[in-house]
Nanobody, 124 residues
Framework: QVQLVESGGGLVQAGGSLRLSCAAS????????MGWFRQAPGKEREFVAA????????SYADSVKGRFTISRDNAKNTVYLQMNSLIPEDTAVYYC?????????????????WGQGTQVTVSS
């Protein structure tokens, strides 16, 4: 079992940056592929970014490609989401997720564990 705790959300103006962190409990963090998802009010949860267990492979939604960067530090049991050039459409609750597997995954069903979420609000 792994527990995930997100942090780093907040209110930022359009064009600004935020870095989200997701700290995982336990000693098996490196066994998990990790992902970031987001959910805006009235919308379904959507994929943002994913990273493989080693960090060697990443995937991004088209809407964030070139602006967001996912990374992980297995020694610190933490995954990050650096978000630059933020736009109001990025406003959502952001969730990190962990899934057992050797690939990178873009579907929520591929993930077994979820954090509680952190709010990101981008003002225009």
């Amino acid at each position: 079992q792994v527990q995930l705790v997100e942090s780093g959300g907040g209110l930022v103006q359009a064009g600004g940056s935020l870095r989200l962190s997701c700290a995982a409990s336990g000693r098996t963090f490196s066994r998990y592929a990790m992902g970031w998802f987001r959910q805006a009010p009235g919308k379904e949860r959507e994929f943002v970014a994913a990273i493989s267990r080693s960090g060697g492979s990443t995937s991004y939604a088209d809407s964030v490609k070139g602006r967001f960067t996912i990374s992980r530090d297995n020694a610190k049991n933490t995954v990050y989401l650096q978000m630059n050039s933020l736009i109001p459409e990025d406003t959502a609750v952001y969730y990190c997720a962990a899934g057992v597997g050797g690939g990178i995954y873009t579907l929520p069903l591929s993930y077994d564990h979820w954090g509680q979420g952190t709010q990101v609000t981008v003002s225009s």
